[in-house]
């Protein structure tokens, strides 16, 4: 096959390949549409007219490979000594226990305050603080699979201090600054959508959320033990029962039907970890951690561990049947990181 492939003619080789019975050709071409997904998604000859079966085999292909720790430089403080001003996005090598440079951040991506999530293989990175000029409302994406930048559509509104999640094929844009409005993403059509805004009296800043059982959680704000529940099928929050903590969480993650609360608490010098069982509608105190000074960390989920990074430490908190806690050794943080790291997943290391 000697013609250059694109997102607007994939299909079309993918069609003729097929035909000449060229398995080698198709294999290439449904290669291509996994590693451009986002590409084909939004190409209107080519992912409307595939299967479901070949959609979920480019999808599935582009979630192979090993699921890999990575952090992202979040800007807040960043160290300029010599003059480095570059962020950087670090991955865990899983054998070695060694932190590497996966890429570099772009340099328009603003210094502090943006949200950052990962979305079928991708690493999204959205708003943001641009110092007099205000928040931001630009999108950048990274493909870990092509080593690749770009950018998709801005939000309908300038947003810092936002969390960025993403939940059954859409991102949505929370909160930030002083806004309590929510908005989607939808890649297919690369378009930002209002959803139900936060409820009045609740938290546009310092909140944390997370995504669990199809339905979005949030949390945080000067209310620290209120949490809110997002149904996209009725595009409806509601309150959820009261945590006792009065104390501002470090982040929240999901486990299966649970939802992971972890709070710092200097006065006992250790990290507090509460859980809100989503079935049953009921919190449980969940583990506590000595530690001496405590520092705020951000939590990734990676099988049956969360990982609880910041720029001194990386605990490690195992979820098992019948048991969990926190194990007693910690990884080692990237050096010579600076500001706030932000922890997420993304899949590396595919087979060819």
Not at 58 to 74: D, T
Request: charged letters at 30%.
């Amino acid at each position: 096959m000697s013609q250059e492939i694109s997102a607007e003619n994939c299909y079309e080789l993918l069609e003729a390949a097929k035909r000449r019975g060229a398995a080698g050709d198709a294999e290439r071409l449904y290669r291509f549409m996994s590693d451009h997904y986002l590409r084909v998604l939004r190409a209107p000859g080519a992912f409307g007219r595939l299967t479901a079966a070949e959609r979920e085999r480019i999808l599935a292909r582009r979630m192979e490979g090993r699921k890999v720790l990575v952090v992202a430089e979040g800007g807040d403080g960043l160290d300029r000594e010599g003059g480095r001003s570059t962020r950087r996005v670090f991955r865990l090598d899983p054998e070695g226990g060694r932190w590497e440079v996966l890429t570099d951040l772009p340099e328009e991506v603003p210094e502090k305050g943006s949200g950052m999530c990962t979305f079928y293989n991708y690493l999204f990175v959205a708003g943001g603080f641009r110092g007099p000029s205000g928040a931001s409302d630009r999108v950048f994406c990274y493909n870990p699979l092509t080593g690749d930048w770009s950018q998709v559509r801005p939000m309908t509104q300038p947003r810092c201090q936002l969390r960025l999640v993403a939940l059954d094929g859409h991102l949505y844009a929370i909160g930030g600054g002083c806004l309590f409005t929510v908005e989607r993403y939808d890649p297919r059509a690369d378009r930002w959508s209002p959803v139900a805004p936060l409820p009045k009296g609740s938290f546009a800043v310092a909140h944390e959320a997370t995504p669990c059982g199809g339905e979005l959680f949030v949390s945080g704000g000067s209310l620290f033990y209120r949490m809110l529940r997002y149904d996209p099928r009725r595009d409806e929050w509601e309150e959820c029962p009261f945590n006792e903590s009065r104390r501002r969480s470090s982040d929240m993650v999901a486990h299966r039907s649970r939802v992971y609360r972890f709070d710092v608490d200097r006065e006992r010098a250790g990290v507090r970890v509460y859980k809100y069982n989503t079935v049953v509608k009921a919190w449980h105190g969940g583990g506590f951690f000595p530690l001496p000074n405590p520092s705020p960390f951000r939590c990734a989920v990676i099988g049956d561990r969360i990982y609880c990074v910041n720029r001194n430490r990386t605990l490690q908190f195992e979820v098992l049947e019948g048991r969990e806690g926190f194990r007693p050794e910690e990884l080692p943080p990237p050096t010579e990181t600076g500001g706030a790291l932000v922890p997420l997943v993304l899949c590396l290391d595919r087979k060819e």
